[in-house]
T-cell receptor, first 114, second 112 residues
């Protein structure tokens, strides 16, 4: 079965640079979530989109922005990168917006800021 | 108090035994509950989800939900060494965007 696709899988950036992470949800999934997982920590919710509209916002820094496009893929844009942004970034998708829908996670993008 | 709490472990069980993982949550409005398995450096893999009180079984896995006591558990029967991983409890609370809040995870070790 098709899964969530994320690119790139690994990314190395320097402080103050910008990064763009991409997420392609499972086909026919219209809801996308972004999570950040630091070393030894839980995934932390950043932001979500439903039908191309932002539906919820978590602990996402103002330096980050995201959007969902007409084909439902999503991009997370990160500017003025800091060392503390080094983490695994997961995208998840679900077939609808509602508590009964399960979220399937992609393989993640490992971002290293040096 | 964390919104979702798990014992960090490690929980060590012998191969073939039943592993019991527990999770408590604080928001009574929480609507659905998920168990994810995560191997080190990999993404969370959905194992079970439940939103009605009682038990839900899928193969070797059983999820149990008690909303009155605000806990959810995962039983793994006939544990295998390949089940060794961190198990994350995630709660979809009473929020518009259906964000998941995770517990700290329980590390399970199944010894041959």
């Amino acid at each position: 079965a098709a899964g969530v696709i994320q690119s790139p899988r690994h990314l190395i950036k320097e402080k103050r640079e910008t990064a763009t992470l991409k997420c392609y949800p499972i086909p026919r999934h219209d809801t996308v979530y972004w999570y950040q997982q630091g070393p030894g920590q839980d995934p932390q919710f950043l932001i979500s989109f439903y039908e191309k509209m932002q539906s919820d916002k978590g602990s996402i820094p103002d330096r980050f922005s995201a959007q969902q496009f007409s084909d439902y893929h999503s991009e997370l844009n990160m500017s003025s990168l800091e060392l503390g942004d080094s983490a695994l970034y997961f995208c998840a998708s679900s077939p609808g917006q509602g508590a009964i829908y399960e979220q399937y996670f992609g393989p993640g993008t490992r971002l290293t800021v040096t | 108090q964390k919104e979702v709490e798990q014992n960090s472990g490690p929980l060590s069980v012998p191969e073939g035994a039943i592993a019991s993982l527990n999770c408590t949550y604080s928001d009574r409005g929480s609507q659905s509950f998920f168990w994810y398995r995560q191997y080190s450096g990999k993404s969370p893999e959905l194992i079970m989800f439940i939103y009605s009180n009682g038990d839900k079984e899928d193969g070797r896995f059983t999820a149990q939900l008690n909303k009155a006591s605000q806990y959810v558990s995962l039983l793994i029967r006939d544990s295998q060494p390949s089940d060794s991983a961190t198990y994350l409890c995630a709660v979809n609370g009473n929020n518009a965007g259906n964000m998941l809040t995770f517990g700290g995870g329980t590390r399970l070790m199944v010894k041959p």
